[in-house]
């Protein structure tokens, strides 16, 4: 069992290309979640989804989307890089949203945008 | 909106105590957890508290007070590998973790 996947393991963008960071969950979890993670400001949520076909918007959500059309894919879209997105992704599962049911977090995307 | 709040490092000797304190202020409480991220790796979970008390976990223990909005994890028995990141979070209403930035503990032969 993998748990969470997590692709590419990093990645140098040019300002205004697209990307598409992958994370798949191989736990038949209903939630799953994208952070970014920055020095000195710890992991900030970027958008989530309590169960497949649903999303919402977390702290930070400008210039990302996602989507998620199956339980266990969860995609990231940057639709134009900007240098500011420079970071560290973590995409994140549970169980679901409430109760004890703990988030588990993937690998992690080191992406750096020039 | 959430504002946690956790010393930035601390140091310790191998084989003492460290105590890391969390203080929160939120606009909805629905549990506070605890993560351990290792230098490269992605955050794994330690515990978790939505009453107040003490939990213990082995070498780790968290405790919670909702009154005050605290929180701490006890590390005891360091050993070198407990250097790390602990993260503090707490979950709103919505069911949506805030996290501190971080506290850098090493661990010091």
């Known amino acids: 069992i993998a748990g969470i996947t997590q692709a590419p393991t990093s990645q140098i963008l040019a300002a205004g290309r697209r990307m598409t960071l992958r994370c798949t969950q191989d736990?038949?979890?209903?939630?799953m979640y994208w952070y970014r993670q920055d020095l000195g400001l710890g992991l900030r949520l970027i958008h989530y989804?309590?169960?497949?076909?649903?999303?919402g918007k977390g702290e930070v959500p400008d210039g990302y989307s996602v989507s998620r059309a199956n339980t266990d894919d969860f995609p990231l879209t940057l639709a134009s890089a900007v240098p500011s997105q420079t970071s560290v992704y973590f995409c994140?599962?549970?169980?679901?949203?409430?109760?004890?049911?703990?988030?588990?977090f993937g690998p992690g995307t080191r992406l750096t945008v020039l | 909106g959430q504002n946690i709040d956790q010393p930035t490092e601390m140091t310790a000797t191998e084989g003492a105590i460290v105590q890391i304190n969390c203080t929160y202020q939120?606009?909805?409480?629905?549990?506070l957890f605890w993560y351990q991220q290792h230098a490269g790796e992605a955050p794994t979970f330690l515990s978790y508290?939505?009453?107040?008390g003490l939990e213990e976990k082995g070498r780790f223990s968290s405790f919670l007070s909702r009154s005050k909005g605290y929180s701490y994890l006890l590390l005891k028995e360091l050993q070198m590998k407990d250097s790390a990141s602990y993260l503090c979070?707490?979950?709103?209403?919505?069911?949506?973790?805030?996290f501190g930035a971080g506290t850098t503990v090493t661990v010091r032969a």
């Open positions: 736990m038949r979890h209903n939630a």
């Open positions: 508290n939505v009453l107040d």
């Open positions: 994140a599962s549970s169980d679901s949203a409430g109760g004890s049911d703990t988030q588990y």
């Open positions: 979070a707490v979950r709103d209403n919505d069911y949506k973790l805030s």
């Open positions: 989804s309590n169960t497949a076909g649903t999303t």
């Open positions: 939120t606009s909805g409480f629905n549990g």
